[in-house]
Each structure stands twice: as structure tokens, then as C-alpha cells.
């Protein structure tokens, strides 16, 4: 692992030594920054960010971690004894630390697969609709021409694209909690 303390990452975030400080970052398990300004904090998110090129998750518990929350791609809040300002700023929160584990295996999975499905589930949809669309052109000899109701058109969308999702959302876990837990390589 690598360790760097404020003053050290205030000369590594200087254009010069960006390339060789990621280079050298990308060949460690870990990277921890300490005694970082909040911009310095910020500053290395968008970096890593957008030279790497990777997702990038910011996990804070206070009013300095703000801007660095905001900066990820996924900011995840801890409330607690600093107040609730990065709790404020990020997508999720929670209470303590120790749940960042369970939110990102087993929550992260679910989200993963449930958004995966949906996509599949839309473009089905669409798909099938849209092939009924042109087929009935050629009924009506591309004439314009309404194939159903107002109504019944509204009630297709209404059941056919809300319940179904809402349903699987709530519902769909392709694997426990417990087995996520237990095998990260799941994730």
C-alpha cells in the first residue's frame, strides 16, 4: 500500500507528476491519503477519475468530504458526530462504516442485475410494440391511422411498462445476502 500525507499530494497534483503519481498508484492494493484538504480530496477523485478513467466511489462523514462526494461517481455518506453535510451530498447513506461492506456486495449486486434485466425488459417492450406499429401499416395501407385507443394505448403503457418493473425491483434476488457476503468475487 501507498501512503501520502497533505503536503506530499499538494506537489504529486501538480500537472508534472500526475502520469508517474496514477502510474504508481495503479500498482497498489491501497491508497491512503491523510491530512488532505478537501479540495486536494476533490482534486484526486477527478483524477483518478478522468485519467484512469475508472468509476470512482467517495465515502465521507463530514462537511470536509462534501466536495469529494460530489466529485465521484457514487458518493455514499456515514452520519455521525460530524454532522450530516456528506450525508446531505451523497447518493446513499449510512450509519456506520462497517455497512459500506453490505451496501456495496449485496446492494450493488441486486441494483447491477436489476438494471441489466430492465434494460433487457424495455427494449423487448419497445421492440414488440413498435413491430406491431409497423405490421398494422401495412393493414391499413400506411394510411396513418390510429391501431387502438387513446385509452387503451395509456392502459398498455401504464400496466405493461409500471407493474411488471416495480414488481421485479422489489421482488428479484438472484442470490442471497448471505452468499454475497460470503463470495465478494460475485460482485
Known sequence: GLVIDGRTLEHVLHDSLQSIFLELTQKCRAVVCCRATPLQKSVLVR?????????TLAVGDGANDVSMIQVADTGVGISGQEGMQAVMASDFAISQFRHLRKLLLVHGHWCYTRLTNMVLYFFYKNVAYV????????????????????????????LFTSVPPIIYGVLDKDVSAEILMQLPQLY
Not at 483524477?47 to 484512469?52: D, G, I, P, T
Not at 413491430?131 to 401504464?158: A, E, V
Open 47 to 55: 483524477l483518478v477519475r478522468n485519467k484512469l478513467k475508472a468509476m
Open 131 to 158: 413491430n406491431l406499429l409497423f405490421w398494422y401499416q401495412f393493414f391499413c395501407g400506411f394510411s396513418g391511422t390510429s391501431m387502438t385507443d387513446y385509452w387503451i394505448l395509456i392502459l398498455f403503457n401504464l
